[in-house]
C-alpha cells in the first residue's frame, strides 16, 4: 500500500506540472459540453420549401398560404418552372418543391379527387421522412378545411359520420422533447470515457518509449501495485471531470438528476475502471504512442456510434446489437438516462451494475495479466 | 557458491527465433569486484544484462545473482540489485528530489529513510540549489552520475551499469569511475558495460563479448600479456579480427 | 541536391511508416472494419422499437388495431400490461420506448361518438425516438380509420405523390459514407502527423533533422508525404466500399471527386501541423488532436446531426469545422452529380484553411526557432 502511494504521488505531479496538458484535461471538456450540446439535435425546423404552381387558382393560393401560415416552413420561394425549383434544390436553397397541377381546382370540383406532388431533398433520409410527415399534415388539415367549406355550401345529406381513431399522445420523463435533456447527459459520458482513455492508453507506452519502464522493471515492485497506481489518478481525474459536468448539466442545462447520486457514482468508478483497464490493456500491446492512440481511436469510434446516443441501438442489425453488448459506453448511457431522467432505483438497475462490474473484473485482470516485467 | 561469489552463470543462452543472441555464455563474479564485460555494438551484451537483472527470461542456462536463481526468483533478484541504463532512466519531468523520493519509495524506503538519504547525497554531490530543479534542467553529466547514485538508493549488493559514460565528457567520466571506485571500496559489486577501452583499464576483470559469446576473460593486465599488445584497445581489436 | 537529399528524406519516412506491419494493418485495417460496421449497423431509422400494451376494453376493434400495430416493422409488443400501474416501473427498467393505451368501451365509443381514443405515452429521454414512435402510431391509426370508414366516400382530397430526390430509398447509408470517410481522412491524418512531428521533436531528432541542409518547410513536408499517400489510399478505400457493398451511386465525376478527397486531406494533414507547432510532447499533440476533435467532427459537421437543425449561433461555430464543407463536397458530387459549379464556394473556403493553418505554424514555426 506504501509503495502504491508513492506511485500515486509521482504521477499526479507530473500530470499537473505539465502546463499545457491541465486545459485539455480541465477546461475542453466543459467547453465542448456547452457547446456541442447545443448542437446535437435531431429536431427538425426551418424546412425551405419552394412552390411551382401551374394552377394559380384560388384554391392554389390557398394551399400556398396555408404552408406559409406554419411556422416550421421558412423562407418559401416561388418558382415558374420545375426545372428552375430543381436547380435550386441542387444548390441546397430548398429542401421540399411541391409542384401544384394545371386544373387543380378544378380536378378537385369536379372529380372530387386530385393529386399533387412533392419533391423532396432526401439525401438525409431520417430528415426528409420527417419532412414528409409535416407536408402530409398540412395538406390534410386544408382537405378537411376545404371539405368543410364546400360541405358547408353544397348539402349532402348522405354524408356518413366519419369514424375515427385518433392518438393522444404523451412524452414522459421529458415533456417537451427537449434534446438537451438526452445529449447533455450523453456527450459527458462520451467526454469522460475519451479523457480517461486517451490519458490511460499513452501513459504507459509512454514509459516505454521514454525508457523508464525498463527502470521500474528492474524494481521488486508487485505488478498489481504499479498498476493500481498508475491508474488511480486518472481514476480520480474522472471522477472529477464527471462531477464538474454534472454540475453543469444541472445548474447551466438544468438536467433533472431524478435517481440518487450515490448510484451515480458507483456505477461511474466501476465504469471508469473498465475503461482504465480497456486503455492499459491497449497500452500494453503497444510499442509506441502513435499505435497506441491510434488503436484507442479505433475502439473510441465505434463505441461512441454503436452507443445508442445517436442512433437508436433497435434500429441495428441483429448481430451489430450484438456487439454493442461489448461497448462499456453503451450501459453508462442507458443508466445514466435511466437513473437521471427516469428516477430509476438500484433494484431497477442492477443488471447494469452486474454487468459494469464483471467487465471491470475481466478487463483488469486481463491488464495486470498482459503487463510483463519480464519477457 | 561460495560465499563471496556474487554472480554465477552457467551456459546462459537466450534465443530469438532463429537467432541466439546470447550462446551458453559462463564466468563468475566476486563480491567487490569491479567486472567489465565489454564488446561491440550487437555483441549480445544488453540481452545478457537484462536475463542477470530479471526483465529477461534465459531460454536455457543458469544465473544466480547475489544468491537468487533469476530463472525462478527474478523479484528477490531485483531486490539485491541496482540497475542503471545507458537510456537515461529517470523522470525528466520530476525534480531531483522527486526521483529520489519515488524511487526510494518503490523499493520500500520509509519516507524518514528517503529523507536521510536525500540529505545524504546533497552533500556528497553538492546539490543544494539543484535538488528541487527539474531533472530536465541538468547536463547530461549531472544526470548520470545522479542516476548512479538512485541506484544506489537501497544499497543493493550489486550494481548493474549498461554503458553508464555514453557520451559525457572526460572530466565527469573521470569523477563518475571515482564513485564507481567508492563503491566497490564498501564491498559493492559492480557490473559495467563500456565501449570506452580506456574504462576496461579501471576494471578488476573484464570479458570480452563477440557474436554472443566470450572470448576472452581475465585481468586487462592478463589480457595484455596474452595478447601481446599494450592496451586493451589492442586486445579488443586484434580479437575481433580473429573472429574473422 | 537538395533536391536528392529530400527525395531520400521521403523515402526514409516511407520506409519507416510500412516497414512497421502492426502500423500498416491498424493503418489501413481499421478503417475498413468501421466503414464495414458502421455502413451495415447504423442508421437512425426506427425498427423493432420495444413497446408494451394495456387494453382496457379488449374488444374486435382493439384486437384489430394491437394486431396491425405487432405486424408493423417498426413495433414489437414486448409485454401486455394489465393496470396503469405497471407503467412507471416497465418505463424505469427499460424494456420499453413507449406504451400504448386503449381506452375501455372502446368500439363502443367509435359506434356511439364515432371517435375513439389511444393514448400513447413515449419514453422521451430519447426525444427523436419519442417523436418517431408517436408519428408512426399516429399513421397507423390513420390508416385504420381509413379503412373502417371505407364505404365513406372520401371527397374532396387533394393527394399527395411524394418523390425523394438523390436517395429514393431514403438509405441512411447515403449519409454515413461520406461521414464516416470524412472522420476517418480527418483524423487519420491530423491525428498522425502532429503525434509524428511531436514524436521527433520529444525525441530530440527533430533538432538533427533540422540543422541538416534540408529547408525546415522540407522536413515537415517530407513526414507528411507518406500521410498523404496513406489518406489516398483509404479514401480509395472507403469510396471503393460505398459504391462496391452499399451501392452508393458517383453521380458526378470521380476524379473531381478525388481532387477534392486529396485537398481535404491536405487541410487535415495542415492542421496536424498546426497541432504539432504548439504542443510541447506527442502526449499534449495526441490530447488536441483526438479529444479537441473527434467530438466536433462527429457532433458539428452535419454527419449526424442536420446543421439546420442547430441554433444559430452553433450554425456559425460550425462553419470552422473543415469537415462540414467536406461533407457537402462530397454528398454533392456523389448523390446529386453536380460539379465544380455547384460546389466551388465550398472548396475555396477549403483551401483557404489550409492556407491559414499553414501560414499559422509556420509563424508559429519561425519563433520556435529564433
Redesign the interface.
Known amino acids: 500500500m506504501?509503495?502504491i502511494?508513492?506511485?500515486i504521488?509521482?504521477e499526479f505531479?507530473?500530470i499537473f506540472?505539465?502546463k499545457?496538458?491541465l486545459p485539455?484535461?480541465f477546461v475542453?471538456?466543459f467547453m465542448?459540453l456547452l457547446?456541442?450540446s447545443?448542437?446535437?439535435?435531431?429536431?427538425?425546423?426551418?424546412i425551405k420549401i419552394g412552390f411551382v404552381n401551374h394552377d394559380n387558382s384560388q384554391t392554389s393560393y390557398k394551399?400556398i398560404s396555408k404552408f406559409q401560415s406554419v411556422s416550421i416552413f421558412s423562407l418559401s420561394e416561388n418558382f415558374s418552372t420545375i426545372k428552375d425549383a430543381?436547380a435550386s434544390?441542387?444548390?441546397?436553397k430548398v429542401?421540399v418543391i411541391v409542384e401544384i397541377p394545371n386544373h387543380?381546382e378544378k380536378k378537385?370540383l369536379n372529380d372530387?379527387?386530385?393529386?399533387?406532388?412533392?419533391?423532396?431533398?432526401?439525401?438525409?433520409?431520417?430528415?426528409?421522412?420527417?419532412e414528409?410527415?409535416y407536408?402530409?399534415q398540412v395538406?390534410k388539415d386544408?382537405?378537411q378545411s376545404?371539405?368543410s367549406e364546400?360541405?358547408m355550401t353544397s348539402f349532402?345529406s348522405?354524408?356518413?359520420?366519419?369514424?375515427?381513431?385518433?392518438?393522444?399522445?404523451?412524452?414522459?420523463?421529458?415533456?417537451t422533447?427537449?434534446?438537451k435533456?438526452?445529449m447533455v447527459p450523453g456527450?459527458l459520458v462520451?467526454?469522460v470515457t475519451?479523457?480517461t482513455l486517451?490519458l490511460s492508453g499513452?501513459n504507459i507506452v509512454?514509459e516505454k518509449e521514454?525508457?523508464?519502464l525498463?527502470?521500474?522493471?528492474?524494481?521488486?515492485?508487485k505488478k498489481h501495485?504499479f498498476i493500481v497506481g498508475k491508474l488511480f489518478p486518472f481514476w480520480v481525474i474522472g471522477l472529477l471531470v464527471l462531477t464538474i459536468g454534472l454540475l453543469i448539466a444541472k445548474i447551466v442545462f438544468s438536467i433533472p438528476i431524478l435517481g440518487n447520486v450515490f448510484i451515480i457514482y458507483g456505477f461511474a468508478a466501476l465504469y471508469l475502471m473498465v475503461i482504465l483497464g480497456i486503455g492499459l490493456f491497449i497500452s500494453n500491446f503497444?510499442?509506441?504512442?502513435?499505435?497506441s492512440?491510434?488503436?484507442?481511436?479505433?475502439f473510441?469510434?465505434?463505441f461512441?456510434?454503436?452507443s445508442g446516443l445517436?442512433?437508436?441501438i433497435?434500429?441495428?442489425?441483429v448481430w451489430?446489437q450484438r456487439?454493442t453488448y461489448i461497448n462499456p459506453i453503451r450501459y453508462f448511457v442507458?443508466f445514466t438516462?435511466?437513473v437521471m431522467?427516469?428516477?430509476?432505483?438500484f433494484y431497477?438497475v442492477r443488471i447494469h451494475f452486474m454487468i459494469i462490474l464483471a467487465y471491470a473484473i475481466l478487463v483488469n485482470f486481463l491488464a495486470i495479466w498482459s503487463y510483463k516485467?519480464?519477457? | 557458491m561460495p560465499q563471496n561469489t556474487m554472480i554465477k552463470v552457467e551456459n546462459l543462452t537466450k534465443t530469438f527465433g532463429n537467432f541466439t543472441a546470447v550462446k551458453g555464455i559462463s564466468f563468475d563474479v566476486k563480491k567487490g569486484e569491479i567486472f567489465g564485460f565489454l564488446g561491440a555494438n550487437g555483441a549480445g551484451k544488453t540481452t545478457a544484462i537484462k536475463m542477470l537483472i530479471g526483465i529477461s527470461k534465459p531460454t536455457r542456462g543458469t544465473a544466480v545473482v547475489a544468491g537468487f536463481d533469476v530463472q525462478t526468483d527474478s523479484e528477490k533478484v531485483k531486490r539485491n540489485i541496482g540497475y542503471m541504463s545507458q537510456k537515461f532512466s529517470m523522470y525528466d519531468d520530476l525534480t531531483i528530489r522527486e526521483n529520489i523520493v519515488f524511487f526510494g519509495g518503490i523499493y520500500g524506503l520509509s519516507r524518514q529513510e528517503i529523507k536521510q538519504k536525500t540529505e545524504q547525497l546533497v552533500q556528497e554531490l553538492e546539490l543544494e540549489n539543484y535538488i528541487d530543479q527539474l531533472v530536465i534542467s541538468l547536463p547530461l553529466g549531472w544526470k548520470q552520475k545522479l542516476a548512479f547514485s538512485v541506484a544506489m538508493l537501497h544499497e543493493p549488493q550489486i550494481v548493474f551499469l549498461d554503458e553508464p559514460t555514453g557520451g559525457v565528457d572526460p572530466i565527469t567520466r573521470r569523477q563518475f569511475w571515482e564513485m564507481i571506485y567508492a563503491k566497490a571500496h564498501t564491498g559493492t559489486t559492480i557490473f559495467v558495460t563500456t565501449h570506452y577501452m580506456d574504462e576496461a583499464e579501471y576494471c578488476d576483470r573484464v570479458s570480452i563479448m563477440v557474436d554472443g559469446s566470450i572470448e576472452a576473460l581475465d585481468s586487462p593486465k592478463g589480457l595484455k600479456e596474452i595478447y601481446g599488445v599494450n592496451s586493451m584497445n589492442d586486445v579488443f581489436l586484434k580479437l575481433a579480427r580473429n573472429i574473422e | 541536391m537538395n533536391r536528392k537529399v529530400f527525395i531520400g528524406f521521403v523515402k526514409k519516412e516511407f520506409f519507416h511508416i510500412f516497414r512497421d506491419r502492426r502500423s500498416m494493418i491498424i493503418l489501413f485495417g481499421m478503417p475498413l472494419v468501421q466503414i464495414l460496421l458502421f455502413g451495415f449497423a447504423i442508421t437512425n431509422e426506427i425498427n423493432n422499437v420495444s413497446i408494451a400494451v394495456l387494453d382496457k376494453s379488449k374488444d374486435v376493434e382493439t384486437q384489430k388495431i394491437i394486431h396491425k400495430i405487432a405486424a408493423s416493422p417498426y413495433f414489437e409488443i414486448e409485454k401486455v400490461l394489465h393496470a396503469e400501474s405497471e407503467i412507471e416501473p416497465i418505463f424505469k427498467s427499460g424494456k420499453v420506448k413507449a406504451v400504448l393505451i386503449f381506452e375501455s368501451n372502446f368500439n363502443k365509443k367509435i359506434q356511439t361518438t364515432s371517435l375513439a381514443k389511444v393514448q400513447v405515452i413515449t419514453d422521451a429521454t430519447e426525444p427523436n425516438t419519442a417523436n418517431t414512435i408517436t408519428a408512426y402510431v399516429n399513421a397507423i391509426l390513420q390508416n385504420y380509420s381509413k379503412e373502417i370508414n371505407h364505404n365513406a366516400h372520401s371527397k374532396y382530397d387533394i393527394a399527395i405523390e411524394s418523390q425523394w430526390r438523390y436517395n429514393p430509398e431514403l438509405k441512411s447509408v447515403y449519409t454515413f459514407v461520406p461521414g464516416v470517410m470524412t472522420v476517418i481522412l480527418m483524423l487519420v491524418s491530423a491525428m498522425m502527423t502532429s503525434i509524428s512531428i511531436a514524436r521527433e521533436k520529444e525525441l530530440g531528432t527533430m533538432e538533427i533533422l533540422l540543422v541538416s541542409p534540408l529547408k525546415p518547410i522540407l522536413v515537415i513536408l517530407g513526414k507528411v508525404f507518406p500521410y498523404i499517400f496513406l489518406s489516398i489510399i483509404n479514401a480509395i478505400i472507403i469510396v471503393g466500399l460505398g459504391f462496391f457493398v452499399f451501392k452508393m451511386p458517383i453521380n458526378g465525376s470521380l476524379f473531381l471527386l478525388t481532387l477534392e478527397s486529396i485537398l481535404f486531406i491536405i487541410t487535415a494533414l495542415a492542421l496536424g501541423i498546426l497541432i504539432s507547432t504548439i504542443s510541447n510532447s506527442q502526449q499534449t499533440a495526441m490530447m488536441i488532436s483526438l479529444m479537441g476533435l473527434m467530438l466536433p467532427v462527429i457532433i458539428l459537421s452535419g454527419f449526424i446531426f442536420p446543421i439546420s437543425s442547430m441554433p444559430l449561433p452553433m450554425q456559425i461555430i460550425s462553419n470552422i469545422i473543415p469537415a462540414k464543407w467536406f461533407i457537402s463536397i462530397v454528398k454533392a458530387i456523389m448523390l446529386k452529380g453536380v460539379g465544380i459549379q455547384f460546389i466551388w464556394k465550398e472548396t475555396l473556403i477549403l483551401l483557404f484553411m489550409t492556407m491559414i493553418f499553414m501560414l499559422l505554424s509556420m509563424k508559429k514555426y519561425k519563433i520556435r526557432l529564433e
Open positions: 506504501k509503495i502511494l508513492f506511485i504521488q509521482k505531479k507530473q506540472r505539465n499545457a496538458m485539455l484535461l475542453m471538456p465542448q457547446i456541442l447545443n448542437a446535437a439535435s435531431f429536431e427538425i425546423k426551418n394551399l430543381e434544390m441542387e444548390q441546397g429542401d387543380l378537385l372530387n379527387q386530385t393529386s399533387l406532388s412533392v419533391i423532396i431533398n432526401a439525401i438525409d433520409g431520417a430528415a426528409a421522412g420527417i414528409n410527415v407536408v402530409t395538406i386544408f382537405n376545404i371539405k364546400l360541405v349532402d348522405e354524408n356518413k359520420p366519419y369514424f375515427n381513431v385518433i392518438a393522444i399522445p404523451s412524452f414522459w420523463y421529458n415533456n422533447l427537449n434534446y435533456t438526452y456527450i462520451l467526454l475519451m479523457l486517451f499513452m509512454r521514454i525508457g523508464t525498463e527502470q521500474i522493471n528492474v524494481t521488486p515492485i501495485q503497444t510499442e509506441t504512442q502513435q499505435q492512440m491510434f488503436i484507442s481511436w479505433f473510441m469510434v465505434v461512441i456510434l454503436m445517436f442512433t437508436p433497435e434500429s441495428m442489425p451489430a456487439i442507458e438516462r435511466m431522467l427516469k428516477g430509476s432505483d431497477e516485467k519480464v519477457n
